[in-house]
């Protein structure tokens, strides 16, 4: 079965400055995907950024950015500029490309809490 | 184009209870995922139906249970309520068509105490 781990249960930045969130996974398989989800006190899980593993470009949107090494198993997000509007709890999640053909299924880690510091 | 919705926001119930949760997708989604998300397990997933079929499922006990219906809405039914089922439940919707870059749009969740 596949694993994600956070380590960093809270993290904490300045306005504008750059905060690095860790995420490592286990699996066996080669081919699957990697996700960072964001959930604001509204509770709605939101998409950040996605990677898949097949490919040695690492993602990035607009001030979000990862760095995927796939050897190591671990896929950190990184967020420029950091924001007001960026404090939330961020979950790592991965899904396998070897299920079902469009089964939808994500293994999350436990989330780090970030909060910025006006 | 309207979100994921699910009903209601929030739960009380006591123990031995059942209950239903419910969420309808976006148009035109033929997949919902259903989670449970508690402090100390974090966020597990439940089960997947697609077109009206369950497809994929987590490691949960029989208590809990689903269906969708034919226009994709999805009900989640959990008998014989314990305290540890106090969770919020996040429901997902996707095309379901397993394309790479296939989003998945999660709704607000409903929570659910249980007493």
């Known amino acids: 079965a596949q694993t994600v781990t956070q380590s960093q249960p809270e993290m904490s930045v300045q306005e504008a400055e750059t905060v690095t969130l860790s995420c490592t996974y286990d699996?066996?398989?080669?081919?699957?995907?990697l996700f960072w989800y964001k959930q604001p006190p509204s509770r709605q899980m939101i998409l950040v950024i996605r990677?898949?593993?097949?490919?040695?470009q690492n993602a990035t949107e607009n001030r979000f950015s990862v760095n995927f090494q796939k050897a190591a198993k671990s896929f950190s997000l990184k967020i420029s500029d950091s924001q007001l509007g960026d404090a939330a709890m961020y979950f790592c999640?991965?899904?396998?490309?070897?299920?079902?053909?469009?089964?939808?299924?994500?293994?999350f880690g436990q989330g780090t809490r970030l909060t910025i510091n006006p | 184009k309207a979100g994921v919705t699910q009903t209601p926001r929030y739960l009380i119930k006591t123990r031995g209870q059942q209950v239903t949760l419910s969420c309808s997708p976006i148009?035109?989604?033929?997949?919902v995922s259903w989670y449970q998300q508690t402090p100390g397990q974090g966020l597990q997933f439940l089960f997947e139906?697609?077109?009206?079929?369950?497809?994929n499922k987590g490691n949960f006990p029989g208590r809990f249970s689903g269906r969708q219906f034919s226009n994709s809405r999805s009900e989640m039914n959990v008998s014989t309520l314990e305290l540890g089922d106090s969770a919020l439940y996040l429901c997902?919707?996707?095309?379901?068509?397993?394309?790479?870059?296939?989003?998945?749009?999660f709704g607000s969740g409903t929570q659910l105490s249980v007493l």
């Open positions: 997902a919707s996707s095309s379901g068509q397993g394309a790479w870059n296939e989003k998945l749009f």
């Open positions: 699996t066996s398989e080669s081919d699957y995907y």
């Open positions: 990677q898949e593993a097949y490919k040695q």
């Open positions: 999640a991965y899904r396998s490309a070897v299920l079902i053909q469009g089964a939808q299924k994500l293994v």
């Open positions: 148009s035109g989604h033929r997949s």
């Open positions: 139906y697609f077109s009206e079929t369950q497809r």
